[in-house]
């Protein structure tokens, strides 16, 4: 079931010459624009010595802040991005950018990195930020992996989180059913190219003698359940991938969230089967559904020229956030 709210930004409607889910997936990556205002890093040092960076666009001081956490293998050249941040500063709003630990273009120095349950790095940063700017409104948008890690970052901390309202699209509300649909058919593409970005960050960050597991076991993972089984679950304390699995979906959050939330999703989205998208009774009475039958993954791109793409999806995030000020 869709709650709806009377604001005509709620429906979306695919361009007709994208119709398709994987053409809805991947023509943001071919489209997208580049970011327009100037970006400014900043380090944040956590307290196990790791650190974690934040690129900043807008400077407005005092207006709302919008922290985005990307998704897997993300960056400020996913498609996702630039249109967004370009959005969020064009209203007069800043952009902080989160990239997740080892994420960046700097290894981080910890035998760790992110993973789909990692929160509380996230609630270190966003504690920094709320200390500076009593009194700024604070907002959080999560795509992909980084929904479900705002989402059960929501669930964990209910009404002590500290953001006024918060967005998640094309969640893996169940990483169980999102890893084995990526098993399947045209998905393997998106697996092959997710796995390939995150093998090379582990070798780039890991010299073979140095390596916390061997560059000939990373190698052999085909799928995301030996990468994590590999790597991932050991190397953050799962006892394995199931468990990680099952600790760490998000799903198990959403009845104890206590911030205005909206969650995004197409079922048409090729990460995972339509089974997954929560029903009304599986979420809080603070949770909106925005479920559209079209989409793909992080996709939501309409247009009525062929070329000419249109992004829904920056439209009805900051439609949401604006109601909620």
Same mark, same amino acid.
């Given at each position: ?192 190219? !997710?796995? +390939?970005? /995150?093998?090379?960050? #582990? ?6 003698? $140095?390596?916390?597991?061997? @560059?000939? %076991? ?12 590999? !790597?991932? +679950?050991? /190397?953050?304390?799962? #006892? ?6 099952? $600790?760490?979906?998000?799903? @198990?959050? %959403? ?71």
């Amino acid at each position: 079931m869709t709650k709806t709210t009377k604001n005509n930004i709620n429906e979306f409607k695919p361009a007709w010459w994208l119709r398709n889910k994987h053409l809805q997936t991947m023509w943001p990556r071919l489209s997208r624009r580049k970011i327009k205002s100037p970006l400014v890093k900043e380090r944040f040092e956590l307290p196990d010595g790791d650190f974690i960076d934040i690129a900043w666009a807008g400077d407005n001081a005092y207006s709302p802040i919008v922290v985005i956490l990307h998704g897997l293998g993300g960056s400020l050249a996913s498609p996702y991005a630039a249109g967004l941040i370009n959005a969020i500063t064009a209203k007069g709003w800043r952009a902080a950018f989160m990239y997740f630990r080892g994420a960046s273009d700097e290894p981080n120095r910890l035998h760790r990195s992110y993973h789909s349950g990692e929160t509380q790095d996230f609630n270190f940063v966003i504690n920094e930020i709320k200390k500076r700017e009593l009194g700024t409104p604070l907002f959080a948008v999560g795509f992909s992996l980084g929904g479900n890690v705002l989402l059960k970052w929501l669930g964990e901390l209910k009404e002590k989180a500290i953001v006024k309202a918060a967005v998640a699209i094309s969640v893996p509300f169940d990483l169980t059913s999102a890893a084995n649909q990526l098993q399947t058919g045209f998905s393997k593409f998106y697996q092959w190219y !997710l796995l +390939a970005r /995150l093998k090379r960050k #582990y070798f780039e960050k890991f010299k073979p003698d $140095r390596a916390p597991v061997d @560059h000939r %076991l990373i190698k052999k993972c085909r799928n995301f359940w030996e990468f994590d089984d590999t !790597l991932t +679950a050991p /190397l953050h304390g799962f #006892y394995s991938v199931d468990d990680y699995y099952q $600790r760490c979906s998000s799903k @198990h959050y %959403l009845q104890d969230i206590k911030v205005p939330t909206l969650i995004i999703h197409a079922q048409d989205d090729p990460f995972m089967t339509s089974t997954v998208i929560p029903q009304k009774h599986q979420v809080s009475s603070c949770v909106d559904l925005a479920i559209t039958a079209k989409g793909g993954h992080v996709g939501f791109v309409s247009g009525r020229i062929p070329g000419k793409a249109e992004y829904w999806l920056d439209q009805r995030i900051l439609a949401f956030l604006k109601e909620k000020l």
